[in-house]
């Protein structure tokens, strides 16, 4: 079935280490996003990337990194400069036709001690 | 820039009232897209409807009907005749366009808790 996967569903990581969340994608589409959700805040733009090799900051780019090598996948790596890690994960994709609608993947918890 | 408005934090209703949801957005963009989402509690967003900025008809389907006025910039959603199995976290999105320098970032709302009860 198409759709995105990301992994793992939960993720505990001591602090001060690097992290990396993985999201695959196999619906062909161009666009790729990466949201953190916290408590009350909503979801909040990380990373977007409109084609391979390319991508841009979002709202809250900092201590977070990621790469578009390939069309299927956007990783996103949770660095030792974010200072507060632990959050609710969200991965979408979507055409790049602006009308069309993003597609979410399960999520990933992190859970940083 | 863009940004989205969700005023309501949270909001709790009896079984089979009606609830809108209300949406305010920003925009520097002549063409662009909203949506809602719903997230149940198990997590994944779920695509609800969307409208086009240059569309303003208002549509109805099924329970669900959306009031998208441009003048007040507002998108506002609502569920007739709710449902317990429609409690969940409800998010209204903005979308840019490509065409006219948006660069397709998809930005949310806070969302509105949407509690239904018996």
């Known amino acids: 079935d198409g759709g995105i996967t990301q992994s793992p569903k939960y993720l505990f990581r001591k602090e001060g280490q690097n992290v990396t969340l993985s999201c695959e994608q196999n619906?062909?589409?161009?666009?790729m996003y990466w949201y953190r959700q916290d408590p009350g805040q909503g979801l909040r733009l990380i990373y977007y990337?409109?084609?391979?090799?390319?991508?841009q900051k979002g709202d809250i780019a900092e201590g977070y990194s990621v790469s578009r090598e390939k069309k299927e996948s956007f990783p996103l790596t949770v660095t030792s400069a974010q200072k507060n890690p632990t959050a609710f994960y969200l991965c979408?994709?979507?055409?790049?036709?602006?009308?069309?609608?993003?597609?979410f993947g399960q999520g990933t918890r992190l859970t940083v001690v | 820039a863009q940004k989205v408005t969700q005023a309501q934090t949270e909001i709790s209703v009896v079984e089979k009232e009606d609830v809108t949801l209300d949406c305010v957005y920003e925009?520097?963009?002549?063409?662009?897209?909203l949506f809602w989402y719903k997230q149940p509690p198990s997590g994944e967003l779920v695509f609800l409807i969307r409208?086009?900025?240059?569309?303003?008809q208002n549509e109805i389907s099924g329970r669900y009907s959306w009031n998208f006025q441009k003048s007040t910039s507002s998108f506002n959603f609502t569920i007739t005749a709710s449902q317990v199995v429609d409690s969940a976290v409800y998010f209204c999105?903005?979308?840019?366009?490509?065409?006219?320098?948006?660069?397709?970032?998809?930005?949310f709302g806070t969302g509105t808790q949407l509690k239904v009860e018996l």
């Open positions: 619906l062909n589409h161009d666009a």
């Open positions: 979408a994709s979507s055409t790049r036709q602006g009308g069309t609608e993003a597609f």
């Open positions: 999105a903005l979308r840019g366009s490509i065409l006219t320098g948006g660069g397709n970032k998809l930005t």
């Open positions: 925009t520097r963009d002549t063409t662009y897209y």
């Open positions: 409208r086009n900025s240059f569309d303003e």
């Open positions: 990337s409109q084609i391979v090799n390319d991508f």
